[in-house]
């Protein structure tokens, strides 16, 4: 079973930034796509952006040219940079790890963009 610790949420005004990391229990980090989805109140969980071993990205169309997101392999880590937040953006964010033999979720981490 491989654990992911999420740290950096936290409550920012419009227009801050935050920046979110996981680190994971295990090296298959290095050989799976990791991700950052989001999910608010009464919505369903969405996903934010992914990046693959090899570094591909995808992002959401409603975060496109605010968030960033990375990986370091030697770390076991994928982070999120998030910048230009908007009021929209106030969800739980869960990191997940997609191995080539199982998915692994975050317990979450809360984000609250004031406006």
């Known amino acids: 079973q491989v654990q992911l610790v999420e740290s950096g949420g936290g409550l ?3 227009g801050g930034s935050l920046r979110l990391s996981c680190v994971a229990s295990s090296s298959i980090f290095r050989r799976s796509v990791g991700g950052w989805y989001r999910q608010a109140p009464g919505e ?9 071993p090899y570094d591909d990205t995808r992002y959401a169309d409603s975060v496109k040219g605010r968030f960033t997101i990375s990986r370091d392999d030697a770390k076991n880590t994928v982070y999120l940079q998030m910048n230009s937040l908007k009021a929209e953006d106030t969800a739980v964010y869960y990191c997940n790890l997609n191995s080539p033999y199982n998915t692994f979720w975050g317990q979450g981490t809360q984000v609250t963009v004031s406006s």
């Open 44 to 52: 369903q969980r969405d996903l934010v952006a992914s990046i693959t």
């Open 12 to 14: 920012v005004q419009a």
